[in-house]
């Protein structure tokens, strides 16, 4: 412990120059055609990330200093890079899309039914394990979790393989392990992202198949105006847990090309909940990641990506397994080139590739004197993109392409049973099984999705999506091909999306009707896993080869107002589920291992006929002042299995997040709860419990002292609430004997960064 706090002193106080203190700059954003103010646009400098919004008469004011860079978007007009100067006038060109500069990264998001978090390091302040833990703080979401290290995003009532959770526009890291003991957000680390995209709901095709949403974690990126070396240095420390993470980057950007380097190491401890009982959630992990741009010509940019990830003696709290290893690879290649024609606003290339190896065993759990377990698992993951858009008049835009994601995964389990009735064996028994039986599903989808600007209020949106599905089981376990008559086909499925909206905005007001059909195929667990513990509840899952996709018809009714202080926006949204996929108890397959504890059966997964999802969102902000901002959000989602005339599983209950934020010039400090309800719409076939409601507090500060230098401080659950959340449970080989997997209790935490 010492030798980590003395390694967050050091960092902490890392010794600068003298530097000049920001001041306030003001300027106008302005419509280029009609010279009229522009409202709600984004005005960010580049070197820190600094925000402000312009105002019903197109003004903003930054603490920024004269001659930064800095990056001016809107939802309605193209981004543009300007040199900031005090009471500038900065004119924007009306379109209705515009691809972002960095080639890897999604679309700007342009309507209500979307939108962009910024994962702001310096003013979170905490260490968030995972990026899961970041959709805490984003209305709609939950997080399930299997411990500190493996926790992934819940959206409304979808989670895992509903939500298509993607790297930089398209590029995926998928599980090896069936238990998700690593999902995506475990191979890519939260200080990487600068911000997460978010499409609520099956409302575009563009970015592979969508059945409940789109989550695109876009991580940093140089531009064309860092001229030069740039770099930072950051560091932060947990009481609870000792948990330290420390990380660096090195940035040169040239003409004709940039290099940008980021490494990080983090070590986290076992935390202690609200009543002091330890929960063993400890791992370590070092990450590196290199990006190569090359600009050929002024419109063309290709651009190479690397990164590789390391976790190490990673404790799950919540599975009966723990992994002394969790490696993975991504590498990506981007190509883009601009205004081909008149016509042709620009045509975009991506492929990647990656590889996830990692292990399961139970040597530290105490059922390893009866049996030893193990269990290395892989998986492959090759796709890629292309995308032409197409302008044929300016009120047009058209987005027709191609993807491809083709996966493959590989495993074995193997099973020593050294004691039987409390007798040890004088010759252990050794049993093996095939997990996934090398399995591939491999997904090809083509699309066009078209923008039409009605009028200067209104807006058109029209997609179509094919997905051409094919999946097959080169290794499959006797057994399973019995249960299923024999040798088992490969399946082929061609499964149809689409989508519809339409979007009116004037003078701060918003409102969006969207309908959208969207279909996911059948999961890799969902059609081959074989008598394996991939549920919260102890019986063993055996997967389904005959599954139909699963049909997400979805409506969402999506409004924003704004006023010169006060910010209001809604959502209401419905889901016809059908064909949706859920395991159930099947009387007729017995369990394979250990067949007289109970339970003594299997689930299945099937399709269900029916089900549906409703619910809302809801957000109320206001500035009271130059220097006080209050905010307030507010979810529900309800959701029904109509085949059992019960609730679907593990929905989050209703959340609420509230706070309260005092900024200066270079100081700040905030106020944030976070209040969820009790949860007593429960599945009783998923052996669901009803969970009580919480509420914490917490409380962070920062002040930057020197230009490039920012230092903060927070307490976490500062009233040391012992909770739990719903949708996170143990098994009962879990350390944690009560079943449940609670929070850390009080935690100081500081955080520290550098940039030059």
Not at 296 to 316: N, T, Y
Not at 568 to 575: G, V
Not at 634 to 648: G, M
């Amino acid at each position: 412990m010492k030798s980590k706090v003395l390694l967050t002193i050091i960092i902490l106080f890392i010794s600068v120059n003298s530097f000049a203190q920001s001041s306030k700059v003001s300027g106008k954003i302005v419509d280029e055609k009609y010279e009229t103010p522009i409202e709600y646009a984004t005005i960010r400098v580049i070197k820190n990330n600094v925000v402000a919004i312009s105002n019903s008469k197109g003004e903003f004011a930054l603490n920024a200093e004269i001659g930064d860079k800095i990056e001016v978007s809107h939802i309605s007009y193209k981004t543009v890079i300007a040199s900031l100067q005090n009471q500038i006038t900065i004119p924007l060109q009306l379109t209705q899309i515009e691809l972002n500069e960095i080639i890897v990264a999604a679309n700007p998001l342009q309507d209500i039914s979307q939108s962009v978090v910024i994962n702001d390091t310096e003013k979170r302040i905490s260490q968030p394990r995972s990026i899961g833990h970041l959709f805490k703080e984003i209305s709609g979401f939950g997080i399930t979790k299997k411990g500190a290290y493996a926790s992934e995003p819940v959206f409304r009532s979808f989670k895992y393989e509903q939500l298509n959770v993607q790297y930089d526009g398209g590029m995926k890291v998928l599980n090896a392990c069936p238990n998700r003991m690593d999902p995506i957000t475990t191979h890519i680390i939260p200080e990487e992202i600068e911000k997460i995209e978010i499409v609520k709901g099956p409302f575009t095709v563009r970015f592979g198949q969508n059945f409940g949403g789109i989550i695109n974690l876009v991580s940093k990126n140089p531009t064309k105006d860092q001229k030069g070396f740039h770099g930072s240095v950051e560091g932060g420390y947990e009481t609870n847990g000792n948990n330290l993470v420390t990380g660096a980057s090195a940035l040169y950007v040239a003409d004709k090309f940039d290099v940008y380097l980021n490494g990080s190491y983090r070590d986290f401890g076992d935390y202690t909940d609200g009543n002091g009982t330890e929960v063993p959630s400890s791992f370590k992990t070092t990450d590196y990641s290199l990006k190569v741009g090359i600009n050929p010509s002024e419109k063309q940019r290709i651009q190479l990506s690397w990164r590789q990830s390391f976790g190490r003696d990673i404790d799950h709290a919540g599975l009966p397994m723990d992994s002394p290893y969790d490696d993975s690879f991504l590498a990506g290649i981007d190509y883009k080139i601009e205004e081909l024609s008149d016509k042709i606003n620009s045509f975009t290339v991506k492929v990647f590739y990656s590889y996830v190896d990692h292990l399961m065993t139970n040597e530290n759990r105490p059922n390893f004197k009866m049996t030893d377990s193990q269990s290395p698992v892989e998986s492959w993951t090759y796709g890629g993109k292309t995308e032409l858009v197409i302008a044929p008049t300016d009120n047009i835009r058209i987005y027709t392409g191609v993807d491809a994601n083709l996966v493959d995964r590989k495993g074995d389990r193997t099973r020593i049973v050294k004691m039987m009735n409390g007798m040890i064996l004088p010759t252990p028994k050794v049993f093996m099984d095939k997990i996934w039986q090398d399995a591939s599903v491999n997904d090809i989808g083509v699309f066009a999705e078209s923008n039409f600007k009605v009028s200067n209020y209104t807006t058109v949106t029209t997609g179509v999506r094919a997905d051409f599905i094919s999946a097959s089981i080169a290794d499959s376990e006797a057994d399973f091909e019995t249960l299923y008559g024999g040798n088992i086909d490969d399946q082929t499925e061609t499964n149809v999306s689409a989508n519809a909206s339409i979007k009116y905005q004037k003078d701060g007001f918003q409102t969006q009707f969207a309908v959208g059909r969207g279909v996911r195929t059948a999961s890799m667990i969902e059609r081959f896993i074989n008598h394996f513990s991939v549920g919260v509840d102890p019986y063993e899952y055996v997967g389904n080869p005959n599954l139909k996709p699963e049909v997400n018809t979805q409506i969402e009714l999506s409004l924003l107002k704004k006023f010169e202080t006060i910010q209001i926006s809604a959502s209401f949204f419905h889901s016809f589920l059908t064909d949706y996929i859920t395991p159930v108890v099947n009387t007729s397959i017995p369990r394979k291992f250990m067949p007289t504890t109970p339970p003594v059966v299997a689930k299945q997964f099937i399709n269900i006929d029916e089900a549906n999802q409703t619910g809302f969102e809801f957000s109320f902000n206001v500035k009271a002042t130059e220097k006080i901002t209050f905010t307030s959000e507010v979810s529900y989602t309800q959701a029904e299995n109509k085949d059992l005339n019960e609730p679907l599983a593990h929905i989050p209950p209703f959340m609420a997040n509230l706070g309260a934020k005092y900024e200066v010039e270079n100081f700040w400090f905030a106020f944030s709860s976070r209040l969820v309800a009790k949860q007593a719409k429960i599945a009783p076939s998923f052996m669901e419990e009803e969970t009580p409601g919480f509420g914490t507090l917490d409380f962070r500060a920062g002040v930057e002292p020197f230009k490039g230098f920012s230092i903060g401080f927070a307490v976490l659950n500062i009233f040391d609430k012992t909770y739990y959340e719903h949708l996170n449970f143990s098994y009962s080989n879990s350390n944690i004997l009560s079943g449940k997997i609670y929070e850390p209790g009080r935690n100081f935490t500081t955080y520290c960064k550098y940039q030059f």
